[in-house]
């Protein structure tokens, strides 16, 4: 059985991955954040919330089809 907690994890992650897709980050990255707050430890969040970062400093080109292209190791 999934917890509360978890529930409302899993629901600000959909939420803001929904925002991820449609490119608005600053957005997204709220609801990845808030989703933290509840479960520092959320793997998902967490790397939706350091894409959303990276990606608000660097745009991805207006035809991103919303694959993460790994830069660095």
Do not use: H
């Given at each position: ?9 899993i ?12 490119m ?42 919303g ?7």
């Amino acid at each position: 059985m999934i917890s509360e907690n978890k529930k409302q994890v899993i629901e600000l992650f959909t939420e803001g991955r929904k925002l991820y897709k449609l490119m608005k980050f600053e957005e997204a990255q709220t609801f990845f954040a808030r989703a933290l707050k509840l479960d520092p430890e959320d793997g998902p969040s967490k790397v939706y919330f350091a894409r959303c970062k990276e990606y608000i400093k660097n745009p991805p080109p207006e035809d991103w089809d919303g694959v993460w292209i790994m830069t660095k190791k």
